[in-house]
């Protein structure tokens, strides 16, 4: 398993702050990113119309289309640190000086590119059943389990994962309000269990594919702001 530590690759590292961008939506995607640690969040729209769309995480690419050689393409997302966040950036031309001068190194981080483009082909295969249901509240809990399934952290206490509720009013259309009663609800009935800002914990799985259809068919009407 490659090292995105080792000194070959010290002077393409960086280090961001939470909030930091790695590149804005529709930029030109001339440049490549490894996550070695800390977690980005892709999102559609500009600051206060800012939607979630997704995560990255450590071992992870961004970009990778470069190792293959397709070129001036945009970016479909915005990159935004999430944490603190320490990553390789790699220009294309950086790109083609590593594949002569150190090409054992250049195909371990093909291997990489490779990897992750995989897992996410998996991963939009997971995230399009979920929304073969027509009901709204079938199509929550499916989504729901994938993101704890697919990006939840596991911990001593369960899998923790961050839950912004644009997220869901990207994928399903769901108000915050609407959002916020669910996840109300589950902690009521000790399912999940909030542990920081957007961040939750999950207790109990099998009881939250049970009561989430519940709770949605069970919603209140919100005033519309």
Request: with cysteine; hydrophobic share 40%.
């Amino acid at each position: 398993m490659i090292n995105l530590n080792s000194d070959s690759l010290k002077k393409f590292k960086l280090n961001l702050l939470p909030g930091s961008y790695l590149f804005a939506q529709d930029a030109d995607a001339d440049s490549v990113f490894f996550i070695i640690s800390g977690f980005v969040v892709l999102c559609n729209g500009e600051w206060e119309n800012e939607t979630f769309v997704n995560y990255v995480g450590p071992g992870e690419v961004l970009g990778e289309h470069l190792f293959f050689g397709i070129k001036n393409m945009k970016r479909v997302y915005a990159a935004k640190a999430n944490t603190e966040v320490q990553c390789i950036r790699m220009t294309a031309d950086e790109i083609e000086k590593l594949k002569t001068s150190d090409s054992p190194l250049y195909a371990e981080l093909l291997k990489l590119c490779g990897k992750t483009s995989y897992q996410r082909l998996i991963r939009a295969n997971q995230l399009i059943h979920c929304f073969k249901y027509e009901k709204k509240e079938d199509r929550l809990m499916h989504l729901m389990v994938y993101l704890f399934d697919t990006f939840g952290k596991k911990t001593e206490r369960g899998l923790e994962i961050y839950l912004p509720s644009s997220l869901f009013k990207f994928y399903i259309q769901m108000s915050k309000e609407e959002f916020q009663f669910c996840l109300m609800e589950l902690e009521k009935s000790e399912i999940i269990k909030a542990v920081g800002n957007d961040i939750y914990l999950l207790q109990n799985r099998l009881a939250m594919m049970q009561k989430l259809p519940k709770i949605v068919d069970e919603l209140p009407s919100f005033p519309i702001i």
